[in-house]
């Protein structure tokens, strides 16, 4: 069974910061491009960031832009999103997909994704 996991969420205070990981099984990641994506209460899905499966381009979305950080670990089938100087606006629930594409092109719609965790809360108090 093929599967991404979710990990890491939590509730924390506005300006802290928290570490989401994304782990795979069931079979290798490491030739896909990954993305997060998030959902906040009353609110459609949105892009957050996207990685290409060598890890050497991000792509993220202007909200998030120098306070998230997009990695991947390829040995561990698994990628992080370290979340700094984290606000109220960033709650949401926190989705890791991935793409049947081996591409830095940056794919930012949820249709390009054709594998998806199960999510994890994320609640930043202000």
């Known amino acids: 069974q093929v599967q991404l996991v979710e990990s890491g969420g939590g509730l924390v205070q506005a300006g802290d910061s928290l570490r989401l990981s994304c782990a795979g099984s069931g079979r290798s990641f490491s030739n896909n491009a990954m993305g997060w994506f998030r959902q906040g209460p009353g609110n459609e899905r949105e892009f957050v960031a996207t990685i290409s499966w060598n890890g050497d381009s991000t792509y993220y979305a202007d909200s998030v832009k120098g306070r998230f950080t997009f990695s991947r670990d390829n040995a561990k089938n698994t990628v992080y999103l370290q979340m700094n100087s984290l606000k109220p606006e960033d709650t949401a629930v926190y989705y890791c997909?991935?793409?049947?594409?081996?591409?830095?092109?940056?794919?930012?719609?949820?249709?390009?994704?054709?594998?998806w965790g199960q999510g994890t809360q994320v609640t930043v108090s202000s």
């Open positions: 997909a991935a793409t049947p594409y081996r591409t830095n092109y940056p794919r930012r719609a949820p249709n390009d994704y054709n594998y």
